[in-house]
């Protein structure tokens, strides 16, 4: 997109995207408060016995440490960005991109995750742009077969940029930030009771100071669980 048609368009779509981008962020911070509620409100004759009291308590409750529900994780790989590169220099529009993140899950079904991400850099118009940001997502899960499962996110994230380019490009430089919709899918594989491996695929959407664009990334990781 052209970035005087950009700045002249009507700014509904990105407010939409705001609102909906801290509704997001706010359910997955609260869903653990309320899961833990709920885990809290739970009769204590619940169950036949004081073992499997202990056994239903510590499957409601949200990412208890010791019991699983908690992962640490880091993965690595590539990120593709789609801003627009101009038409007086080359571009290069992939770089490496890596993210740290935790994870606490209320059941083997769904949970919430909070990230680091790291987009890396893309060579344009005679100079670079990078971007960066903190993502909220909800996770759901499912089993595929024994120790192979697929999962889905969606959240939000508050996202940075800053863009640096040669005298004369066509391309507007300078900082942007703000939040944007952020979507991914992947494998897993528990090859331990402790350790798994991922193969994901991730879309975020970035503020850049020409437009609003999205990168993609492809990445592998480790999870630890405990």
């Known amino acids: 997109m052209h970035p005087k ?14 609102r909906l981008a801290g509704v997001v962020c706010a359910l997955a911070l609260t869903l653990p408060a ?9 009769p204590a004759d619940a169950s036949t016995s004081g073992a499997a009291s202990g056994t239903q308590a510590s499957s409601a409750s ?8 908690t992962t640490f994780g880091l993965n690595v790989g590539r990120s593709t960005f789609h801003a627009p590169c101009g038409a007086v220099y080359a571009c290069d529009d992939t770089d490496r991109y ?3 993140y935790g994870r606490a899950m209320a059941n083997d079904y769904w949970g919430s995750e909070i990230a680091f991400v790291d987009m890396g850099q893309m060579e344009r118009a ?7 940001g903190l993502n909220v997502s909800l996770v759901g899960k499912v089993p595929l077969a024994q120790s192979l499962g697929a999962f889905g996110k969606v959240g939000a994230m508050y996202g940075r940029t800053r863009t640096s ?3 004369g490009a066509d391309v507007a430089s300078g900082n942007d930030n703000g939040f944007g919709l952020t979507v991914g899918a992947g ?3 528990d090859f331990s009771p402790r350790m798994s491996a991922v193969l994901e695929w991730d879309r ?19 999870q630890y669980h405990y």
Request: without cysteine; hydrophobic residues 35%.
């Open 5 to 18: 048609h950009f700045n002249t368009s009507p700014v509904l779509l990105p407010r939409r995207g705001a």
């Open 34 to 42: 309320w899961a833990q509620g709920v885990s809290d409100t739970m």
């Open 62 to 69: 949200w990412g208890t440490p010791g019991g699983g529900r």
């Open 98 to 100: 890596w993210t740290i």
């Open 126 to 132: 005679g100079g670079t742009t990078r971007a960066y």
């Open 165 to 167: 380019t040669a005298a």
């Open 187 to 189: 494998l897993s594989w």
């Open 204 to 222: 975020y959407n970035f503020h850049f100071r020409s437009s609003r664009d999205a990168v993609n990334t492809t990445s592998l990781g480790l």
